[in-house]
């Protein structure tokens, strides 16, 4: 298990970024930055779209251990591709994999108002189920921006991006992704977070994924607010058997971790609170 136990370093450590990779680092620029979060508030238009729209080409992509492929769609609809995997529930290279855990990440990510993970839904190609997840673009992965972490924002975006970074951790944590490396981070000229590849999140355990130093109080309450029945109704379908009675285990690890912190380090110096 060292590759799981490796891979949470990498979020706390920050790496200086240039604006020659494409970021938005000049605060004074005249034209806002790209946002390649476009399914704010047009979720379910998209959703459609990926499920239903004819798939123009499908192409290998030269990353993923379970092959990943991206999907071209007819131009004129709100977006142009899709990445599509068509993974069967199973176990790879000693881990569980499922196409149906892209979907329930999706879908709790909604639930919980996070939007960091792009819109992604079911459907079928030549005869095999599989995930269509919302290509997300403009965007550099932490990996393509050559670090060995998390990007260092500009002052302008800094706190929002620390906020950022803390709620993915949490959303991590809270599903048991077992892979959250530097290719499945992506931040786009907005300093948008943006998490993708999820097909190993939702198995059993309580173990951390992410140290966790600092707590978002909002998306906290809503995790708390979470019990198996709601977790049934939204992501029942997608998940393992019994994973809903997983999530809540984790949920409460992570009630434990807080009320740990808190009571070491006082509520102010755990819980971020932001003026946006």
Known sequence: MAHRLRLPRFLAVSVAVTGALGLALDARQATPPANAKIWVGRAAEIEDFLRTTPIVKMEDLSVGVTHPKKATLPPGGPVPYFAWKAIPAARYSGFWESYLSEIAAYELDKLLQLNMVPPTVE????????????????????????????????????AAWAKQIVEAKM????????????????????????????????????????????????????MRALDEPTIHAAIGKWLIRGGEKTIIERRDKMQQIIDTLVKTRGADNVFIRTHE
């Not at 005869?127 to 670090?147: H, I, N, Q, Y």
């Not at 000229?189 to 140290?211: Q, S």
């Open 123 to 158: 459907r079928e190609y030549k005869g095999e189920k599989g995930a269509a997840v919302m290509w997300a673009s403009p965007t550099k992965s932490f990996r393509d921006l050559g670090g060995k972490g998390a990007p260092e924002a500009p002052p302008i975006y800094a």
């Open 171 to 222: 959303f991590d944590n809270l599903i048991n992704n077992l892979d959250p490396n530097l290719g499945n981070w992506l931040v786009d000229p907005a300093w948008n977070l943006i998490l993708i590849d999820h097909t190993r999140a939702f198995t059993g355990g309580t173990k951390m994924i992410h140290e966790m130093t600092h707590i978002d109080p909002d998306l906290w309450a809503r």
